[in-house]
């Protein structure tokens, strides 16, 4: 199915559910609500207290120092970057775009492993947020789960005067948790990487083959879900490989494509953009293969892309996040931080804000710059 076509079919369930909404007035007797292309499910907190019924507040001191250390060194270190890219593709070099916004079907494919991933890796966040803040003795008023459109996402409500009346210490450990939760939860999904897929992430076992064109060369030969391991002999690991094993051929010429169901002669055909390059006629997934010893290829591809998926996003939203730049969470540590330093919280909200804007300024410049890349 084609984006058009699904983003068709997605814009069809939300006409559908706008519609059995008015009839049954679901928003008006449940916690769900809906209106145009934006639904949302709300919680109460009850059911966090019973996992956050143990109080931080004998090591916040400790707590917080460790939470405003890290997150503002991720955060910092990231802005360092971005300014530096920032320099380097005004000084007219051609950098790669370094921040590019998630948006499912037009920076990011539309599949269910994206969808899923942004959903849980956000839903971490906002429960990291959430958890915490219980711990250290600030109510949380109630917890959503929203999607818009297609984006999925979550927030958390806490109460503002008690956040405000917390202090400093606590409201860093609180402010700090959306980072570290994502970033636990990268390393633990790249742990889970290295034992489901020996080799991750420095040698896949080949590429994996999402459709064949039915007018291709491939066509019979070739199917969906193929691994294909070399070609004419030369080792292939990833699509750079292929690219380079099938320059060495011309249109015409008899290729041996080896994949791990068997090895399949295919006549080269010539590519619809340069009738000079071979083509074999198939479409790629994008990321490399690696070889499950407990799962077929069928099964290990959509869960190696899930992992990653899961393992980019969160370690991307967490760095996002982690930038000194209000109203994010970085932002937030900095000036908590700051006021504790320097022990007056009007100053360390006037650095604050001179930082964020800063900060904005480069982030905003990157990101324009990686669309202009992009378009």
């Not at 559910?17 to 008006?28: G, K, N, P, Q, Y």
């Not at 015409?252 to 010539?270: E, F, I, K, Q, Y």
């Amino acid at each position: 199915m084609t984006i058009s076509a699904a983003l068709y079919y997605i814009t069809a369930v939300w006409l559908v559910l706008i519609v059995l909404d008015r009839i049954a007035r679901i928003s008006e007797r449940t916690n769900v609500k809906i209106s145009l292309f934006f639904l949302r499910v709300e919680f109460s907190a009850k059911f966090l207290r019973k996992i956050s019924k143990y109080s931080l507040e004998s090591l916040s001191s400790r707590v917080a120092a460790t939470c405003s250390l890290i997150v503002l060194l991720i955060g910092f270190g990231a802005l360092i970057y971005l300014s530096s890219s920032l320099v380097r593709a005004i000084g007219g070099t051609h950098e790669p775009p370094s921040v590019i916004p998630v948006i499912p079907g037009v920076t990011v494919g539309l599949s269910l492993p994206v969808l899923v991933s942004i959903f849980l890796v956000i839903a971490i966040h906002e429960l990291g947020h959430a958890v915490v803040a219980l711990m250290e003795g600030i109510p949380v008023r109630r917890m959503a789960f929203f999607l818009l459109y297609v984006i999925p996402g979550a927030l958390v409500e806490t109460d503002d005067e008690k956040t405000k009346k917390a202090g400093p210490k606590k409201r860093i450990v609180m402010e700090s948790a959306g980072v570290l939760s994502n970033f636990g939860l990268g390393i633990a999904f790249i742990l889970i990487a290295l034992v489901v897929f020996p080799g991750f992430p420095w040698s896949p076992s080949g590429v994996y083959i999402n459709d064949v064109l039915s007018s291709g060369p491939s066509s019979g030969k070739l199917i969906p879900g193929d691994v294909i391991i070399s070609i004419n002999g030369s080792k292939v690991q990833s699509i750079p490989d292929l690219i380079k094993a099938e320059m060495r051929l011309r249109p015409g010429d008899m290729a041996l494509v080896s994949t791990l169901r068997g090895n399949v002669t295919v006549v080269l055909g010539s590519s619809p953009k340069n009738s000079s390059l071979p083509w074999l006629g198939i479409y790629l997934n994008p990321f490399p293969y690696y070889r499950s010893p407990w799962l077929p290829s069928s099964a290990s591809m959509p869960l190696e892309e899930f992992v990653v998926w899961i393992i980019l996003f969160n370690f991307g939203i967490g760095i996002l996040n982690a930038l000194p730049l209000v109203p994010l969470d970085g932002g937030l540590v900095l000036k908590d931080s700051l006021t504790l330093l320097i022990n007056d919280e009007r100053s360390a909200d006037k650095i604050t804000k001179v930082i964020s804007i800063a900060a904005g300024l480069v982030l905003v410049s990157n990101i324009a710059y990686s669309i202009m890349q992009l378009i």
